[in-house]
């Protein structure tokens, strides 16, 4: 097989191909971008937002803490003697005892 020396000889890109390739290019361009995007989301969302409680909590009778959930305004501790106490986050004072059965 011979390559054609003259520029005239070598086949022409027909609109069709032309119209094509921009689109791949054009594809890849957006794809790339909603990858940065895409990680620049994750990277804001799992930035430094960690809840805040206080130092210590004191708990009533010697109860021992087993689990901890936090509101917007209020944390909860459920204890080894099966209560649920409910605290004010900004005073630490609690709030509301829920025994379980």
Do not use: C, H
Request: hydrophobic residues 45%.
């Amino acid at each position: 097989m011979t390559v054609p020396s003259d520029p005239q000889d070598q086949p022409q890109e027909t609109p069709q191909l032309r119209l094509l390739r921009r689109m791949v290019m054009l594809l890849t361009a957006v794809m790339i971008g909603g990858v940065l995007v895409t990680f620049a989301l994750i990277v804001i969302r799992l930035s430094d937002r960690t809840p805040t409680l206080p130092d210590q909590v004191e708990l009533p009778d010697g109860a021992r803490a087993q689990a901890v959930t936090i509101g917007s305004n209020w944390y909860a501790v459920v204890t080894d003697d099966n209560r649920i106490l409910i605290f004010d986050k900004t005073t630490g004072n609690l709030r509301q005892e829920i025994s379980l059965d």
